[in-house]
T-cell receptor, first 114, second 115 residues
Framework: AQSVTQLGSHVSVSEGALVLLRCNYSSSVPPYLFWYVQYPNQGLQLLLKYTTGATLVKGINGFEAEFKKSETSFHLTKPSAHMSDAAEYFCAVSEGTNAGKSTFGDGTTLTVKP | NAGVTQTPKFRVLKTGQSMTLLCAQDMNHEYMYWYRQDPGMGLRLIHYSVGEGTTAKGEVPDGYNVSRLKKQNFLLGLESAAPSQTSVYFC??????????????FGPGTRLTVL
């Protein structure tokens, strides 16, 4: 079985500050990991994904995430927050089989203060 | 490409009424999914399909039915709506397993209120 825990349902940062959104997963097989972003009144869109290989994954809009197997973590970071980063972020895990189903975390709402 | 589209965008129902939500994708994806999103609960899988003519139950299937008569369409039905089904519904699609660890592509959502 797979599961995802996102630590912190709300994160608030100042514009220009570091963004850190935490995600821990559980999976019985090597996982595929995803971060999605949801802007108000829109669907989810992919930020980045980890499959195999390099553990530091770069995504769109300056975001990146590092896969740490020993810590079962896949935290999302961005060096300098922008007002346009305000959104809800979802971490998801997929085991690749089982109809490609993903399990999503409960989401973290990021607020960026001017 | 339009990607994944959903119809309607908004709907208000009275308890006991029925309705069908339509999802369409133009990416020739094999897999399709229906989720509901409730505050603080992330996305929960209702039903999914791995190909035309096939459907399967997800995490929260009770009160919903689905059909996938054509590869590009995935319909979600509520036979007798209940207030507990007030939610935002998202459809998603992805390439089949032969394409590797593929991400899901989401529609814009349908906001449903059941009074």
């Amino acid at each position: 079985a797979q599961s995802v825990t996102q630590l912190g349902s709300h994160v608030s940062v100042s514009e220009g500050a570091l963004v850190l959104l935490r995600c821990n997963y559980s999976s019985s097989v090597p996982p595929y990991l995803f971060w999605y972003v949801q802007y108000p009144n829109q669907g989810l869109q992919l930020l980045l994904k980890y499959t195999t290989g390099a553990t530091l994954v770069k995504g769109i809009n300056g975001f990146e995430a590092e896969f740490k197997k020993s810590e079962t973590s896949f935290h999302l970071t961005k060096p300098s927050a922008h007002m346009s980063d305000a959104a809800e972020y979802f971490c998801a895990v997929s085991e690749g089989t089982n109809a490609g189903k993903s399990t999503f975390g409960d989401g973290t709402t990021l607020t960026v203060k001017p | 490409n339009a990607g994944v589209t959903q119809t309607p965008k908004f709907r208000v129902l009275k308890t006991g009424q029925s309705m069908t939500l339509l999802c369409a994708q133009d990416m020739n994806h094999e897999y399709m999914y229906w989720y509901r999103q409730d505050p603080g609960m992330g996305l929960r899988l209702i039903h999914y399909s791995v190909g035309e003519g096939t459907t399967a139950k997800g995490e929260v299937p009770d009160g919903y039915n689905v059909s996938r008569l054509k590869k590009q369409n995935f319909l979600l039905g509520l036979e007798s709506a209940a207030p507990s089904q007030t939610s935002v519904y998202f459809c998603a699609s992805r390439r089949g397993s032969s394409g590797g660890p593929n991400e899901q592509f989401f529609g814009p959502g349908t906001r449903l209120t059941v009074l």
